[in-house]
């Protein structure tokens, strides 16, 4: 089971918009990828990534609170009784100009399920 959605919307909007703020302003679309690797259950050690959709090449450091809200998303589903092995968000703005948000479990080796929709709300850059 999940946690529900009034735990998991503020965990998303803080992830949406520290992604937005860490990136170049010219990235239109975010991928963040938390992963427990080989660690065990029970531990808060993540190998975090971001990336760019588009092609970019600039590499981006993930903040302490980027970090700090991956560790505490994934410690919300495991108290919930779905720890996930790996979260796949991407951050992206639409033909509007809005920014969106998805995000991809994965809870063991071999599956994988679209747990939540949301958006990190209205936002512009500068």
């Not at 990534?49 to 092609?55: A, C, K, N, V």
């Amino acid at each position: 089971m999940k946690p529900p959605h009034e735990v998991q919307a503020p965990l998303y909007q803080r992830l949406g918009d520290e992604l937005i703020a860490l990136t170049p302003e010219r990235w239109r679309r975010i991928r963040f990828t938390a992963d427990m690797g080989s660690h065990r259950v029970g531990t808060s050690e993540l190998a975090c990534t971001i990336t760019s959709d588009e092609g970019y090449s600039e590499h981006v450091e993930p903040s302490a609170e980027l970090l700090n809200t991956a560790r505490e998303l994934r410690t919300a589903f495991a108290s919930h009784g779905a720890p996930w092995v790996r979260a796949e968000c991407l951050v992206y703005q639409d033909s509007s100009g809005e920014w969106r948000f998805t995000v991809d479990y994965r809870y063991t080796a071999w599956a994988g399920h679209t747990a939540a929709h949301g958006r990190p709300g209205r936002r512009t850059r500068g």
